[in-house]
């Protein structure tokens, strides 16, 4: 089993691909694990020639969970903050789980990759590519943001939906059952996941005794490293941005502002794309990342 550590943090990876490929760094979103990557995305970028790695955050999947208790009503008030542009505490922030993603890199002796994050993910690639602009060939944002309470809420279904918890996150059909409708509430008419890739999400976060508290404490870490308008303008990094039209959690608005922000980025708005990787979706999507990782190779 693979794993990176650094300051007693332990962050657990796999890789697909030959060794000799273009390396390429998968960066998941709010609570999910790295199961959570659709297979079919993972096998289309090997087949151009990727060598992918894909991770846990912390506090999901394999990695380490962070003792932290969060009471809901601290989400609730965080959220409040932000909006209210007040200073938001947490256990840890989007900069220390980039930290995370760079031992990853590190510890494969990667010195440059290609990032890709989606969502919180996505944020993660911008810190990334504010602060370490030297570990990167190239970065993929795709259905992010950037802190900017103005144009990053989005519809109150969606929000609520976020902030719901399974009825029981110790039983597999119970939290297989939440995340299908979580993924509806969030995703495209057309969902990117198979009820059989379902099921082995909700084995894996089972297994690993997810915690809907991490979730939380990943959710504050965001809202602590607060609006990144002024970083993302300061980006050198060539920056391809993908947003789905019909987000209903991170409006395409939001999309738009992070494109807008970094100089030279380049903006897909896909139609009918809400909150994730639709399946009719990902040869598009495979085509467009690897042609913009191809141009930025160094």
């Not at 980039?98 to 440059?112: K, P, W």
């Not at 259905?143 to 900017?148: E, F, T, V």
């Not at 990117?192 to 979730?215: C, K, L, W």
């Amino acid at each position: 089993m693979n794993y990176a550590e650094k300051r007693s943090i332990h962050i657990h990876y796999e890789i697909f691909g030959d060794e000799s490929g273009i390396p390429l760094l998968l960066v998941m979103g709010l609570g999910m694990p790295l199961k959570a990557w659709p297979k079919l995305f993972i096998q289309s970028l090997v087949r151009e020639g990727f060598r992918v790695i894909v991770f846990d955050n912390r506090d999901s999947g394999k990695s380490t969970q962070i003792s932290h208790d969060v009471r809901p009503m601290d989400v609730v008030e965080a959220i409040f903050k932000a909006l209210t542009r007040q200073k938001v505490t947490s256990a840890y922030t989007l900069e220390d789980m980039a930290d995370d993603a760079l031992s990853v890199l590190d510890s494969l002796g990667i010195a440059r990759a290609h990032v890709l994050g989606i969502s919180m993910g996505g944020m993660i690639g911008q810190v990334l590519a504010s602060r370490h602009p030297h570990r990167l060939s190239s970065l993929t944002s795709i259905m992010s943001a950037s802190g900017n309470p103005r144009t990053g809420v989005g519809k109150l279904r969606a929000l609520k939906g976020l902030l719901t918890k399974p009825e029981n996150a110790f039983d597999v059909k119970s939290l297989r059952d939440y995340l299908k409708k979580m993924f509806r509430l969030i995703g495209s008419e057309e969902m990117g996941y198979s009820d059989v890739q379902i099921q082995e999400i909700a084995q894996y976060m089972v297994d690993n005794h997810y915690q809907p508290q991490a979730t939380s404490r990943q959710l504050l870490a965001i809202l602590a490293s607060g609006d990144r308008r002024s970083q993302l303008k300061h980006i050198t990094v060539p920056t391809l941005v993908i947003h789905g039209q019909d987000d209903p959690l991170l409006p395409i608005e939001a999309g738009k502002e992070v494109a807008d922000l970094i100089p030279g980025a380049r903006l897909m708005v896909v139609p009918r794309m809400g909150h994730d990787l639709p399946t009719s979706s990902i040869e598009l999507f495979v085509k467009e990342v690897s042609s913009h990782c191809r141009n930025h190779r160094y």
